[in-house]
């Protein structure tokens, strides 16, 4: 279908779950796809022999565990990209949790403490080098909010990668006039290689544009690699005099090669398969949109124009309207980016039932926990959620486990 028909589509979501309807027209929730099935950590249906080359190369990399020689450190959080990224194949997640802190001053207005190595804690260090010690950080005691989150799975990014940064802004706008009180707001960050302000899409704070500098940033935030857009290592606890002790200080990934790979890896994984479905998740699927689930876990995407084709024009189904929403007390508290204390990327559903622990910091063992934790601008979908009977409760449950 065409881009445009689905931004329509998706503005009869937003109609319909204020109208406590159903939705006629495409199949909007995917639960009726056909075509090639994949698994987890599967390459994209379609590629050409040289796309599934660098797929398989970029998986490698990947894999690779980064070492001292290499540039590891001297303070990272792992020593390679799967430590986070495994379960339930390569590219999905670990459960593994960072750590970000920072101070909320009198005024409400957050501080990161830079200058003490803040916001991202890296909790390990490379140890002894000639002449130093380095040490794993440690949240400081200026710090009143600290705040845990979760490694995302990465299957299916290409996908969101390849979306237009207008049709995102489409969105917004249909959310600004249909349901103001929902509404997200567009994440307008730095695109470091292109010089441009972008559509921030990826990380729990929208704030890398594009996965080539999701990957770059990851490199050296999470194990300390550095590269061409990202040359300045991490001070450790903030005490950047102690870098004189580095024993790579030189520009780690010098050519950018091994960001690249990372990047191409995630390009081409594809989403997460999904589960056939039964006559109550049907019924579920309507619930999900007549509550008004889909206004911020908007069903489907469609890519832009790609020379690769197996994401050029592709309908796919996130979950998820990558906008920045007010999530009241189920905020982090940390200020990011274009992202303000209290503001959350729209969590993409795909792949859910696969996944450890839900919510930013993990909070939710269940989808029901998840549900009932919504605050700030989920929480009128929460409360109509609670307010359903038990059967159409469990139809809408049913329906996000074969997510």
């Known amino acids: 279908m065409h881009r445009r028909s ?5 503005g009869a979501v ?30 994209l249906p379609g590629l050409t022999t040289d796309e599934l080359a660098l797929f398989e190369a970029g998986r490698a990399v990947f894999q690779e565990t980064e070492t001292v020689e290499n540039g590891l450190g001297p303070v990272f959080n792992e020593a390679s990209c799967v430590a986070c990224h495994l379960g339930p194949a390569v590219g999905g997640s ?10 909320r001053n009198d005024s409400g207005a957050f501080d990161p403490l830079a200058a003490e190595g803040g916001s991202l804690l890296q909790d390990h260090a490379i140890g002894a080098v000639p002449g130093f010690t380095f040490l794993p950080e440690m949240v400081p ?3 009143n909010v600290v705040a845990k989150r979760r ?36 994440a307008i960050v730095p695109d470091l290689f292109s010089g441009k302000p972008r559509v921030g899409k990826f990380g729990w704070k929208n704030q890398n544009p594009t996965l080539l500098q999701f990957s770059a940033d990851a490199y050296l935030n999470e194990m300390g690699i550095t590269s061409p857009k990202f040359p300045d290592e991490s001070c450790p606890q903030g005490r950047c005099e102690q870098l004189v002790y580095n024993p790579r200080p030189d520009l780690n990934d010098a050519d950018g090669a091994d960001v690249q790979a990372f990047a191409d890896f995630m390009s ?12 109550e998740s049907l019924i579920g699927g309507r619930v999900f949109l007549a509550i008004g689930c889909a206004v911020c876990h908007v069903p489907a995407l469609v890519t832009g124009p790609s020379a690769v ?14 906008l920045l929403h007010d999530m009241g007390s189920l905020g982090d508290g940390i200020a990011q980016g274009a992202a303000g204390p209290r503001q959350m990327r729209t969590a993409p559903l795909w792949g859910m039932r696969a996944a450890p622990s839900l919510l930013h910091d993990g909070r939710a063992a269940t989808p029901l926990q998840a549900i009932l934790a919504h605050d700030g601008q989920g929480r009128r979908a929460r409360n109509r959620f609670a307010s359903l009977d038990a059967k159409a409760r469990n139809a809408l449950l049913a329906f996000l486990d074969t997510l």
Do not use: K, W
Request: hydrophobic share 45%; net charge negative; proline share 12%.
């Open 151 to 186: 490694t995302t799975p990465l299957f299916g990014l290409g996908l969101v990668d390849a979306t237009p940064d207008d049709e995102l802004r489409e969105i917004a706008a249909l959310q600004s006039r249909l349901a103001p009180d929902v509404a997200g707001t567009l």
């Open 14 to 43: 937003l109609l319909s779950s204020c109208a406590q309807g159903t939705l006629p027209g495409p199949d909007i929730l995917g639960e009726h796809q056909v075509g090639v099935r994949t698994a987890f950590g599967d390459p």
């Open 6 to 10: 689905f931004v329509l589509a998706i």
């Open 309 to 322: 084709r197996a994401l050029n024009r592709v309908v796919y189904h996130p979950f998820s309207d990558f």
């Open 141 to 143: 005691a200026a710090a």
């Open 94 to 103: 670990t459960g593994r949790f960072e750590t970000r802190f920072g101070r």
């Open 268 to 279: 081409f994984l594809a989403p997460p398969p999904r589960m056939p479905p039964a006559p």
